[in-house]
């Protein structure tokens, strides 16, 4: 029995020294620009912390390691969201099948955002074909290149 634990103890030490340092973080980042003529340029920052946490910010702050402030950023509430749909009407931007935390100081915004929900039936045909709509699609994808912790 005293070898075992001893073969036990061994293990977890061994396994505990491989640990080289060089693993990739557990915080993942995005980012995409979103350009409205005349305005300022608005991002949409994704950030990724392990399996259970995928939040997707509309910000005027184009750092990628500033995390979503919902006092000032659009916070989008449905987890491990990568495409977003969007067009820009009448000087606003419409964003579809998105439940946003809307921010309590729009200041620094230069446009109207307008978060709209379709029913599932509604978002399936505007997947197909939302160049028909004038709808345009954002992938905002990883990039492990953007180092932030």
Do not use: W
């Amino acid at each position: 029995m005293k070898s075992i634990l001893n073969a036990l103890i061994l293990s977890v030490v061994a396994f505990a020294g491989c640990n080289s340092g060089d693993e990739p973080s557990p915080y993942r980042y995005g980012i995409a620009e979103v350009k409205i003529a005349g305005k300022q340029p608005l991002y949409f920052k994704r950030e990724v912390r392990g399996m259970n946490y995928d939040v997707i910010c509309l910000s005027t702050n184009k750092d990628p390691c500033a995390g979503a402030d919902s006092k000032y950023d659009y916070v989008f509430s449905n987890s491990a969201r990568e495409r977003l749909y969007y067009k820009i009407e009448n000087n606003s931007l419409v964003l579809f099948d998105t439940v946003a935390e809307v921010p309590s100081d729009k200041r620094r915004f230069q446009i109207n955002v307008i978060p709209k929900e379709l029913h599932p039936l509604d978002f399936a045909e505007l997947q197909k074909a939302p160049e028909k709509q004038s709808v345009y699609y954002l992938d905002v994808k990883l990039d492990d290149k953007i180092k932030c912790r």
